[in-house]
């Protein structure tokens, strides 16, 4: 079927969807295919649950007209996508980045929003059915999108760039995520860099961290563009503190007491200040826009757990990451500090090194105890004399209830594969 076909149908339906159980009547239905399970198959059950079309690629599970065969599914998804985009006539702030991309949306989407309606992606839609997906749920009544761009492998940021056609961008940093995926450091590099690549063909703006060499560095090929947060830049403040929640002074003097913790989380207040001034925000409103903002969804929150203050940081967890989690738990105020830390994933022949390096960093530190759950930790454990390491999260629960922490500041972080948030309960 020919995209202007296509798109036809999808302004008929108005809303898309990729999974049977959450159909809203009169979406269009996409029939993807993961390594185990073949959407086509729930053709008929799509239709029957109020699905107005059903996008399949296999002829033999065409029910009547209202399923519409194309060569490919994900193909014909991001196609769809990438034409309604070009329908779109608004501003696009992309971002991606190693670490902080959902946390920095969040904080775009929250100075942006005091000014204009704006469409930011949802939850961690950032993958190439992420995407388009996002873009699809925009519509000309908003004024700015913010899309969150992610990646594991070189070549996937140009693709969602090809897609999205970010106007304005910008690198949250680089670091070690996912670096036995992408075959090392500088292919992160190389990866990342794709964002910038698209902007400085298509003539868009980049905003980009004075203070980051890496980052710094990229600015070069471009004729204009916006830095932030040092003294001379064209947005400027300054981190004041971080114990636990970050302060910041804004460029007009205000202290801007934040619900986030980690003096990390500084470069990603300071890169949505800088868009809101691009954008024209009240430097007022900008500042409540991120006073307000309250992280979720085990992303740096603090849980007070009877006398025990938890960082719930356990969303996900990569090298940088950590590395981050670990230096801010060091630098609390607190008499007790316990790490309970977890494998960290999508690290491939990295993985045993870069936990061993982890237990040479809390080496390093005075931590009252640490903890350590998974299989891959195992090297950080052998690199950490006296972290108490268990294989399962429920060995790990089962000691912790029968020798309960009391009157610590407790760290919390692991791949998101590994559950630690279950522990909480716990503590």
Do not use: W
């Given at each position: 079927?020919?995209i202007?076909?296509?798109?036809?149908?999808?302004?008929?339906?108005?809303?898309?969807s990729?999974d049977?159980r959450?159909?809203e009547?009169g979406?269009?239905?996409?029939?993807l295919k993961g390594d185990?399970?073949?959407?086509?198959?729930?053709?008929?059950?799509?239709l029957?649950?109020?699905?107005?079309?059903?996008?399949?690629?296999?002829?033999?599970?065409?029910v009547?007209d209202?399923?519409?065969?194309v060569?490919?599914?994900?193909?014909?998804?991001?196609?769809?996508?990438?034409h309604?985009?070009?329908?779109?006539?608004?501003?696009v702030?992309?971002?991606?980045?190693?670490?902080?991309?959902?946390?920095?949306?969040?904080?775009?989407?929250?100075v942006?929003?005091?000014?204009?309606?704006t469409?930011?992606?949802?939850g961690?839609?950032n993958?190439?059915?992420?995407?388009?997906?996002?873009?699809?749920?925009?519509?000309?009544?908003?004024?700015?999108?913010v899309?969150?761009?992610?990646?594991?492998?070189?070549?996937?940021?140009?693709?969602l760039?090809?897609?999205?056609?970010?106007?304005?961008g910008?690198?949250?940093n680089i670091?070690?995520?996912?670096?036995?995926?992408f075959?090392?450091?500088?292919?992160?590099?190389?990866?990342k860099?794709?964002?910038y690549?698209?902007l400085?063909?298509?003539?868009?703006?980049?905003?980009?961290?004075?203070?980051?060499?890496?980052?710094?560095?990229?600015?070069?090929?471009?004729?204009?563009?916006?830095?932030?947060?040092a003294?001379g830049?064209?947005?400027?403040c300054?981190?004041?503190?971080a114990?636990?929640?970050?302060?910041?002074?804004a460029e007009?003097?205000?202290?801007?007491?934040?619900?986030?913790i980690?003096s990390?989380?500084?470069?990603?207040?300071?890169?949505?200040?800088?868009?809101?001034?691009?954008f024209?925000?009240?430097?007022k409103?900008?500042?409540q826009?991120?006073a307000?903002?309250?992280?979720?969804?085990?992303?740096?929150?603090?849980?007070?757990?009877?006398?025990?203050t938890?960082i719930l940081?356990?969303?996900?967890?990569?090298p940088?990451?950590?590395?981050?989690?670990?230096e801010?738990?060091?630098?609390?105020?607190?008499?007790r500090?316990?790490a309970?830390?977890?494998d960290?994933?999508?690290?491939?022949?990295?993985?045993?090194?870069?936990?061993?390096?982890?237990?040479?960093?809390?080496?390093?530190?005075?931590f009252?105890a640490v903890?350590?759950?998974g299989?891959?930790?195992?090297?950080?454990?052998?690199?950490?004399?006296?972290?108490r390491h268990?294989?399962?999260?429920e060995?790990?629960?089962a000691?912790?209830?029968?020798h309960?922490l009391?009157?610590?500041?407790?760290?919390v972080?692991?791949?998101?594969?590994?559950?630690?948030?279950?522990?909480?309960?716990?503590?």
């Amino acid at each position: 079927m020919e995209i202007a076909a296509l798109y036809a149908r999808f302004k008929e339906a108005g809303r898309v969807s990729t999974d049977t159980r959450k159909i809203e009547p009169g979406a269009m239905f996409f029939a993807l295919k993961g390594d185990r399970f073949n959407a086509n198959e729930f053709a008929a059950k799509a239709l029957e649950a109020g699905a107005r079309y059903v996008v399949i690629d296999e002829a033999r599970y065409k029910v009547d007209d209202r399923c519409l065969l194309v060569d490919d599914v994900l193909t014909a998804l991001q196609a769809l996508a990438r034409h309604h985009r070009s329908q779109l006539k608004m501003p696009v702030v992309g971002l991606t980045g190693s670490n902080g991309k959902t946390t920095s949306k969040e904080l775009v989407n929250a100075v942006l929003s005091q000014k204009f309606k704006t469409y930011a992606t949802k939850g961690n839609l950032n993958n190439h059915i992420g995407v388009p997906l996002t873009l699809l749920a925009i519509d000309d009544s908003y004024e700015i999108a913010v899309v969150e761009m992610g990646a594991n492998h070189v070549g996937e940021i140009a693709l969602l760039c090809s897609i999205a056609n970010p106007t304005h961008g910008f690198i949250t940093n680089i670091g070690r995520a996912h670096i036995g995926t992408f075959g090392g450091y500088e292919n992160i590099i190389r990866a990342k860099s794709e964002l910038y690549q698209h902007l400085l063909t298509h003539q868009g703006t980049v905003f980009i961290q004075s203070q980051n060499p890496v980052l710094a560095n990229m600015a070069e090929r471009f004729a204009t563009p916006v830095f932030y947060p040092a003294s001379g830049d064209y947005y400027h403040c300054e981190l004041i503190d971080a114990d636990p929640f970050v302060r910041v002074r804004a460029e007009n003097g205000d202290t801007i007491t934040t619900n986030l913790i980690g003096s990390y989380n500084f470069e990603n207040i300071a890169a949505a200040l800088c868009i809101g001034k691009f954008f024209g925000v009240d430097d007022k409103l900008a500042n409540q826009g991120i006073a307000a903002y309250v992280p979720g969804n085990m992303r740096s929150q603090i849980v007070q757990k009877g006398n025990n203050t938890v960082i719930l940081d356990a969303y996900n967890a990569n090298p940088s990451s950590m590395q981050a989690a670990i230096e801010n738990l060091a630098a609390m105020k607190a008499d007790r500090k316990v790490a309970i830390l977890g494998d960290m994933f999508e690290l491939e022949e990295e993985a045993e090194k870069e936990h061993a390096a982890l237990g040479a960093l809390l080496r390093e530190k005075n931590f009252t105890a640490v903890y350590l759950c998974g299989n891959l930790v195992r090297a950080t454990a052998a690199a950490l004399p006296g972290a108490r390491h268990f294989t399962t999260k429920e060995d790990l629960i089962a000691d912790l209830k029968k020798h309960p922490l009391e009157s610590a500041t407790i760290l919390v972080k692991a791949s998101r594969g590994i559950g630690l948030e279950m522990i909480v309960d716990s503590l």
